[in-house]
Nanobody, 120 residues
Framework: QVQLVESGGGLVQPGGSLRLSCAAS????????MRWYRQVPGTERELVAE????????KYADSVKGRFTISRDNANKKVYLQMNNLKSEDTAVYYC?????????????WGQGTQVTVSS
């Protein structure tokens, strides 16, 4: 059973930092690209960052480049999102996401999300 459990969200002032964690289980974590999305109520989920299975390559949304860093720990099956210099527009629910291949079918899995609120 695939599970993704996010943690680390909270309330932070503008300019502050947070580190989100996503604990994974139920699939071969070290072989899977991992992604962080975020969603503001009433809008579509936005891809924030992704990291390849080995961690050798990453991608970021233009809005977070230079401020957010995605990383992973394959030994402990965790992916992280370090968020620095947070802005009010970063306020959203942040989700961990992956796609798992079962035989020849691909399934997408979401975590439950963690709320990040940037406000003074």
């Amino acid at each position: 059973q695939v599970q993704l459990v996010e943690s680390g969200g909270g309330l932070v002032q503008p300019g502050g930092s947070l580190r989100l964690s996503c604990a994974a289980s139920g699939f071969t974590f070290s072989s899977t690209t991992m992604r962080w999305y975020r969603q503001v109520p009433g809008t579509e989920r936005e891809l924030v960052a992704e990291i390849t299975s080995s961690g050798s390559a990453t991608k970021y949304a233009d809005s977070v480049k230079g401020r957010f860093t995605i990383s992973r720990d394959n030994a402990n099956k965790k992916v992280y999102l370090q968020m620095n210099n947070l802005k009010s527009e970063d306020t959203a629910v942040y989700y961990c996401y992956t796609v798992v291949r079962v035989v020849n079918v691909f399934y997408g899995y979401w975590g439950q999300g963690t709320q990040v609120t940037v406000s003074s």
